[in-house]
């Protein structure tokens, strides 16, 4: 996965004409590595003109970020003025449209701004392009562009929609593409429940600000749900800091974020938390019901010479180390018994429940400050 913040350039030579034509090249270049030549390919070939508008976004659009998931699977966000827009290719067909994303035409301007910052490779045959673009070309009489429908299909399945305003999910790039990517999921690699699916795109619409959702994301592209499930465990990493330090930085009067503290101190003494402990003092915003579906989704026998907490909290680590370092016992003696739709759920609400109580402290002003 790559993430092209782009900072809202704009694209060199940004004409209709001149984008247009870099569009046509992309599938004449395409064509001649497959030795299918077409004629006047150095003649001028375009997009019909939509609008006006549509001219203007050609012109004037911002490029705010681009997302490569995989070879096929890419994301545009284009803006102008107040407007925005995202443009997927290669999704699947959404199940359900998140609130906050108005499905949109695709328009000559979408296509060209979208192919030329994602890199999109035709999906067409090198004969299939040769018999759309062909024949007509800017120095034939009458020429006035190509349709829009006769070239977009050219380059796969595309999907456009307007972002509304004041919804904070599409605030973050990542986050937005997780949360449109798992409402395509339908046949995605993961084998997850309906439930475990709702619960996903709940994290990414209405989870913490805070939370690093590039792992969220890189953990629902996985083929696996061990993926899913580390990346899960490397957000509520990042909080482990969090579960130690508020009593040492309360003694000592500090008022800096938690998270430069935890910095200072692995740069200059090398210190960081004991996972185990760590994960297992974080496992207190939890209440017994949760950490019961914890138990019950890893399998583990009740003993009351060991609190819940901790045994879970073993228990997870257990299964973290087991995946990042071969263990063969672990195959055996545990995978099998494992609920894994059940363990993605409690894993989630883990995450949600750690960054509400532990974040804001964590990564940013302490309450006293915001109060000041």
């Given at each position: 996965?790559?993430?092209?913040?782009?900072?809202?350039?704009?694209?060199?030579?940004?004409?209709?004409?001149?984008?247009?034509?870099?569009?046509?090249?992309?599938?004449?270049?395409?064509?001649?590595?497959?030795?299918?030549?077409?004629?006047?390919?150095d003649s001028g070939r375009w997009i019909k003109k939509l609008s006006d508008d549509d001219q203007a976004l050609m012109t004037s659009a911002d490029c705010k970020d681009v997302l490569k998931l995989t070879r096929t699977l890419r994301a545009v966000h284009l803006t102008l003025a107040d407007k925005r827009w995202l443009v997927c290719w290669g999704f699947s067909e959404l199940q359900s449209i998140p609130e906050g994303l108005l499905p949109t035409n695709i328009t000559p301007a979408l296509l060209c701004l979208s192919v030329e910052e994602a890199d999109i490779t035709p999906a067409a045959s090198a004969l299939k392009i040769k018999e759309a673009i062909e024949a007509f070309h800017k120095d034939q009489d009458g020429y006035e562009g190509h349709d829009?429908?006769?070239?977009?299909?050219?380059?796969?399945?595309?999907?456009?929609?307007?972002?509304?305003?004041?919804?904070?999910?599409?605030?973050?790039?990542?986050?937005?593409?997780?949360?449109?990517?798992?409402?395509?999921?339908?046949?995605?690699?993961?084998?997850?429940?309906?439930?475990?699916?709702?619960?996903?795109?709940?994290?990414?619409?209405?989870?913490?600000?805070?939370?690093?959702?590039?792992?969220?994301?890189?953990?629902?592209?996985?083929?696996?749900?061990?993926?899913?499930?580390?990346?899960?465990?490397?957000?509520?990493?990042?909080?482990?800091?969090?579960?130690?330090?508020?009593?040492?930085?309360?003694?000592?009067?500090?008022?800096?974020?938690?998270?430069?503290?935890?910095?200072?101190?692995?740069?200059?003494?090398?210190?960081?938390?004991?996972?185990?402990?760590?994960?297992?003092?974080?496992?207190?915003?939890?209440?017994?019901?949760?950490?019961?579906?914890?138990?019950?989704?890893?399998?583990?026998?009740?003993?009351?010479?060991?609190?819940?907490?901790?045994?879970?909290?073993?228990?997870?680590?257990?299964?973290?180390?087991?995946?990042?370092?071969?263990?063969?016992?672990?195959?055996?003696?545990?995978?099998?018994?494992?609920?894994?739709?059940?363990?993605?759920?409690?894993?989630?609400?883990?995450?949600?429940?750690?960054?509400?109580?532990?974040?804001?402290?964590?990564?940013?002003?302490?309450?006293?400050?915001?109060?000041?």
């Amino acid at each position: 996965m790559t993430w092209n913040r782009a900072g809202g350039h704009r694209l060199a030579s940004r004409n209709r004409i001149v984008l247009s034509n870099k569009f046509f090249s992309r599938l004449i270049n395409h064509a001649s590595v497959a030795d299918v030549s077409i004629e006047a390919a150095d003649s001028g070939r375009w997009i019909k003109k939509l609008s006006d508008d549509d001219q203007a976004l050609m012109t004037s659009a911002d490029c705010k970020d681009v997302l490569k998931l995989t070879r096929t699977l890419r994301a545009v966000h284009l803006t102008l003025a107040d407007k925005r827009w995202l443009v997927c290719w290669g999704f699947s067909e959404l199940q359900s449209i998140p609130e906050g994303l108005l499905p949109t035409n695709i328009t000559p301007a979408l296509l060209c701004l979208s192919v030329e910052e994602a890199d999109i490779t035709p999906a067409a045959s090198a004969l299939k392009i040769k018999e759309a673009i062909e024949a007509f070309h800017k120095d034939q009489d009458g020429y006035e562009g190509h349709d829009l429908e006769d070239v977009l299909p050219l380059f796969g399945d595309c999907q456009a929609f307007c972002i509304e305003p004041d919804f904070e999910y599409t605030s973050t790039f990542p986050r937005l593409i997780g949360l449109v990517y798992i409402s395509s999921y339908f046949d995605g690699p993961m084998e997850l429940s309906d439930k475990t699916l709702e619960d996903i795109a709940g994290l990414f619409e209405t989870g913490s600000k805070y939370l690093p959702y590039e792992l969220l994301l890189q953990g629902v592209l996985s083929i696996s749900w061990r993926g899913f499930f580390l990346e899960l465990y490397r957000c509520i990493e990042q909080l482990f800091p969090a579960a130690v330090l508020p009593g040492f930085v309360d003694d000592l009067g500090e008022k800096r974020p938690l998270i430069e503290l935890a910095k200072i101190l692995e740069t200059r003494l090398s210190w960081r938390p004991r996972e185990n402990e760590a994960l297992i003092e974080l496992l207190k915003v939890l209440d017994e019901a949760e950490l019961d579906v914890f138990r019950k989704a890893l399998a583990i026998q009740i003993d009351e010479d060991v609190e819940p907490r901790v045994a879970v909290g073993r228990r997870v680590y257990a299964l973290r180390n087991g995946f990042v370092h071969f263990r063969p016992a672990l195959e055996d003696n545990a995978i099998a018994k494992i609920d894994i739709d059940l363990l993605l759920q409690a894993m989630m609400s883990f995450v949600m429940k750690a960054y509400d109580r532990h974040a804001s402290r964590f990564h940013g002003p302490l309450l006293d400050e915001v109060a000041s």
